[in-house]
Structures are given as structure tokens and as C-alpha cells.
């Protein structure tokens, strides 16, 4: 089975931190993106990624940064976390050949920002 | 471009009755159709896909859909729901070719079976 691994399940963090999110898969997608969940909007892209070091902004992109230096691992990477950025954070990857595969997804990082 | 319309928020519903899901799209080109299933704290999990071929398609736990071409719709059925189908249901699509190659989600329907 691929897997999508996301590196914590809750995270408490302090309004001003740098906050990583880490994220790796083992199935050698070459897609892989971030997106962040809340309660009545539904899923929203935030990044995504097409390649190694490749990088497109989603819907949105404001207040993150996300880096990707190997194939497997994509990092989001919230510069200055505020209160509003308080979400459940998601990492899905995908082929980008096979488009009926759809995504697969990591299990969740619940943040929160106080 | 595409959009994903899932017509219900929230869909309450007793064991054992039946359910619907309701999910209609808009595109430009042909597309791929998937469900999604969101347990409480997890991240989502394939449910069941339209690709080709025959237009009703099944899941290993009791779910189907049908997709229909003329109205765009790809609605979600189950004939007799259980307490563990309770989870948030999102339907989404994906070209199937051209140079967008992302998927797009409806806002998600949570469904809540009472015992």
C-alpha cells in the first residue's frame, strides 16, 4: 500500500513560531501538495508540487512557504503562525501520469495556533 | 476549469435506511470521478472511482454511484447505512487529460447515522 506519512497527528504551537510540517510518501509520486481543511470551506490548496524543487501556489498561498528537496518529502512551512492558520493541515500525493489513480493522503496534522 | 457541487452539507439519517449523497460537477472536458470517505481525525480515503465503461460502480463496504453524463452528476448511494458509515463524504474530479492534472473537491457532506 502507499503510504503518506505526515509527521505529527496534533501539534500546539505559539502565535510568532516558525512551524514545519513534514510529509513523505513511499510510492515515488511525483506530485504531492498541501492543503488545509475547516469546518463549512472544505478542502483548500494551499501548495503543491509537481517535481524536486518545483513549486506552484494554490488558492492559498498567504502566510506559507513549502520546500521540496527530495522526491518523497514535502514540507509547508508557516513563517510567523497566527491564531487564523489554526486548521487541520492535509498532504496528499499522485502520479502525475496516471490520472485515474486520484490521491492518496496522509492521516492529518491538527494545529493549533494560541 | 471544473467545479464540484455536493448539494448537501450534512445528511442525518437512521440505521438501516437508505442514503444518498448527492454530488453534481461542471467541466469543460472529460473527466475523471472519484469519492472520498473522512473518518472522525483522519485524512481521507478512496472510496469508489468512475474512470470508463460501465457508468455504476461499487465499493467493498455497500456503496455505490452512478455517474450520469447528461445531468453531471455522480451521486453516492447505500441501500441500508450503518453507525460506522458516520464520516464526511467528498466527491471530485480530475481531467482526464490536458495540462491540468488536479483534483478538485466539493466542499464535503457529513453524514451522521443514528442508532
Known amino acids: 500500500d502507499v503510504k503518506v506519512t505526515q509527521s505529527s497527528r496534533y501539534l500546539v504551537k505559539r502565535t510568532g513560531e516558525k512551524v514545519f510540517l513534514e510529509c513523505v510518501q513511499d510510492?515515488?509520486?511525483?506530485?504531492m501538495f498541501w492543503y488545509r481543511q475547516d469546518p463549512g470551506l472544505g478542502l483548500r490548496l494551499i501548495y503543491f508540487?509537481?517535481?524536486?524543487?518545483?513549486?506552484e501556489k494554490g488558492d492559498i498561498p498567504e502566510g506559507y512557504s513549502v520546500s521540496r528537496e527530495k522526491k518523497e518529502r514535502f514540507s509547508l512551512i508557516l513563517e510567523s503562525a497566527s491564531t487564523n492558520q489554526t486548521s487541520m493541515y492535509l498532504c496528499?500525493?499522485?502520479?502525475?501520469?496516471?490520472?485515474?489513480?486520484?490521491?492518496?493522503f496522509g492521516s492529518g496534522t491538527r494545529l493549533t495556533v494560541v | 476549469a471544473q467545479s464540484v457541487t455536493q448539494l448537501d452539507s450534512q445528511v442525518p439519517v437512521f440505521e438501516e435506511a437508505p442514503v444518498e449523497l448527492r454530488c453534481n460537477y461542471s467541466?469543460?472536458?472529460?473527466?475523471?470521478l472519484f469519492w472520498y470517505v473522512q473518518y472522525p481525525n483522519q485524512g481521507l480515503q478512496l472510496l469508489l472511482k468512475?474512470?470508463?465503461?460501465?457508468?455504476l460502480v461499487e465499493s467493498i463496504n455497500g456503496f455505490e454511484a452512478e455517474f450520469n453524463k447528461s445531468q453531471t452528476s455522480f451521486h453516492l448511494r447505500k441501500p441500508s447505512v450503518h453507525i460506522s458509515d458516520t464520516a464526511e463524504y467528498f466527491c471530485?474530479?480530475?481531467?482526464?487529460?490536458?495540462?491540468?492534472?488536479?483534483?478538485?473537491f466539493g466542499k464535503g457532506t457529513l453524514l451522521t447515522v443514528n442508532p
Open positions: 508540487s509537481y517535481d524536486v524543487k518545483m513549486k
Open positions: 510510492m515515488d509520486h511525483e506530485n
Open positions: 471530485a474530479v480530475r481531467p482526464s487529460g490536458g495540462s491540468n492534472y488536479k483534483l478538485t
Open positions: 496528499a500525493s499522485s502520479f502525475s501520469w496516471n490520472r485515474g489513480y486520484g490521491y492518496t
Open positions: 467541466s469543460s472536458v472529460s473527466v475523471y
Open positions: 468512475y474512470l470508463s465503461g460501465s457508468t
